[in-house]
Structures are given as C-alpha cells and as structure tokens.
C-alpha cells in the first residue's frame, strides 16, 4: 500500500493537468500514488493522461457525468485512494520541490 495518496481532481483543465502530473511524479523518499479523478471533462484531459499510464503510480478515473466539485473529490479520497494519507492538489497547482 502507498504511504500517500496525491489526489488531483479535474474537470476540462488539460492545459494544466500536464505540469501537476509530472510535479507530482518527481517525489522522491516516499511511496504514493496519483489518483486523477476526471469530472466527465470534454476537452483532451484523457490525452494528457494517457501518457503517464504507463506507470503503475498513475489511478485515472473518469466519471461518465459532471457529478460536481466536492462530489468528485470524495469519490477520489474514499472510492479511489488505497493510502492512509492524501494530499488534494488541484489541477492547476504543482508541488516546487521533490
């Protein structure tokens, strides 16, 4: 099991999404994983993600409608995290250190 969940909800943020993933991919000295809860985004989010697949780090999860904001963050924490710890990031943010 991770030792921490990095939670990056999104919702139509491609332009983004890109910079927090390989932020968050960059950690060193701690296991965790990057669960990507997409809120049904109609722009090419799946795209960006779909590059980081290849490692096991990366969960990405795509609702099939708008379930809203907070909904979609508790789907991620509850439903999709597997560690007992987890930082929300949002999509535009991106940790400055590793």
């Known amino acids: 099991m991770p ?3 990095i939670i990056i909800p999104t919702y139509n ?3 983004y999404l890109d910079r ?3 932020s968050a991919l960059s950690q060193v000295d701690i296991d965790f994983e990057i669960i ?3 809120n049904c985004s109609d722009d090419d989010t799946s795209k960006v993600v779909a590059r980081y697949l290849a490692t096991d780090k990366i969960v ?6 708008n379930i ?7 789907y991620a924490i509850f439903q999709l995290a597997k560690a007992n710890w987890f930082v929300l990031m949002s999509d535009d943010d991106y940790f400055i250190d590793e």
């Open 3 to 5: 030792a921490v969940s």
């Open 13 to 15: 943020r491609s332009g």
């Open 20 to 22: 927090a993933i390989k």
């Open 36 to 38: 990507i809860s997409d």
């Open 60 to 65: 990405y999860h795509r609702h099939n409608r």
């Open 68 to 74: 809203g904001m907070v909904p979609n963050w508790k």
